[in-house]
């Protein structure tokens, strides 16, 4: 599974946000460690901020300039 987590986190980082995009964080929950918590938004997909899974559920979206929830 640590394969499949480094090969998304190298999609991430090979593939920048644009920056209409770069203030915006993704609400998520984690299927693997049933916490909720909030990571910065990418389109390859949420990771969970405490375990590092991408096995998440994206509940919501979050400028950073305001308070504003964006729903997906």
Known sequence: MSNYIALLDAAVRM??????YLSTASNVYC??????????????GPK??????????ELGLVQAE???SITP
């Open 66 to 68: 305001s308070t504003q």
């Open 31 to 44: 299927q693997d460690c049933r916490k909720t918590g909030q990571c910065k938004y990418h389109f390859v």
């Open 48 to 57: 969970c901020p405490f375990c590092g899974s991408y096995n998440t559920r």
């Open 15 to 20: 593939q920048p946000m644009p920056a209409a």
